[in-house]
T-cell receptor
Framework: DGGITQSPKYLFRKEGQNVTLSCEQNLNHDAMYWYRQDPGQGLRLIYYSQIVNDFQKGDIAEGYSVSREKKESFPLTVTSAQKNPTAFYLCASSIAGAEENIQYFGAGTRLSVL | AQKITQTQPGMFVQEKEAVTLDCTYDTSDQSYGLFWYKQPSSGEMIFLIYQGSYDEQNATEGRYSLNFQKARKSANLVISASQLGDSAMYFC?????????????FGSGTKLNVKP
């Protein structure tokens, strides 16, 4: 079955630690995205990538980093510079060049600070 | 100004009845797209329905329909014959422009509870 897989489902970060959230898709989509969701709020864009080896900052990129070495994979690193990382993180993908640009999402990773 | 406004934080509906979830949007672009997503307690965002700004007919997908009123800038979701499994958060979203990857805005959501 085609879809987007995020792992782990739950992640705990210690003070000063970098952690990496995994996102893999087998939909053959060109574009991939990372969003952050805080309680009672909608989604905010962290980073997006239209093609391999290229990515752009979204609205709240500070304290985060990404890479796009393969079409299928778009990992997100939450660095120690992100002072308030506790949130729900969602990865999405879409067909680049399609007018609708419907984004399909993974099941998310819940990150908490120890 | 908010790009997407959902004014109903929570809604209740009786099983088998229809329910309308409100969404208004703000854009000066002529080309845009409107989306509804469902987020159950498990967290995954599930795509429900899409409406393009040039589409003259309201979009429908099974029990979901999008009531698109362009002049009023509203894109309400109508769920017919509600089921217990429809209990979830519902998010309205908008993509501004064509082929834009970073102009995708979400509302704050409406929590729908379906009562048996």
């Amino acid at each position: 079955d085609g879809g987007i897989t995020q792992s782990p489902k739950y992640l705990f970060r210690k003070e000063g630690q970098n952690v990496t959230l995994s996102c893999e898709q087998n939909l053959n989509h060109d574009a991939m995205y990372w969003y952050r969701q805080d309680p009672g709020q909608g989604l905010r864009l962290i980073y997006y990538s239209q093609i391999v080896n290229d990515f752009q900052k979204g609205d709240i990129a500070e304290g985060y980093s990404v890479s796009r070495e393969k079409k299928e994979s778009f990992p997100l690193t939450v660095t120690s510079a992100q002072k308030n990382p506790t949130a729900f993180y969602l990865c999405a993908s879409s067909i680049a060049g399609a007018e609708e640009n419907i984004q399909y999402f993974g099941a998310g990773t819940r990150l908490s600070v120890l | 100004a908010q790009k997407i406004t959902q004014t109903q934080p929570g809604m209740f509906v009786q099983e088998k009845e229809a329910v309308t979830l409100d969404c208004t949007y703000d854009t000066s672009d002529q080309s845009y797209g409107l989306f509804w997503y469902k987020q159950p307690s498990s967290g995954e965002m599930i795509f429900l329905i899409y409406q393009g700004s040039y589409d003259e007919q309201n979009a429908t997908e099974g029990r979901y329909s999008l009531n698109f009123q362009k002049a009023r800038k509203s894109a309400n979701l109508v769920i017919s014959a509600s089921q217990l499994g429809d209990s979830a958060m519902y998010f309205c979203a908008m993509r501004e422009g064509l082929y834009n990857f970073n102009k995708f805005y979400f509302g704050s959501g409406t929590k729908l509870n379906v009562k048996p």
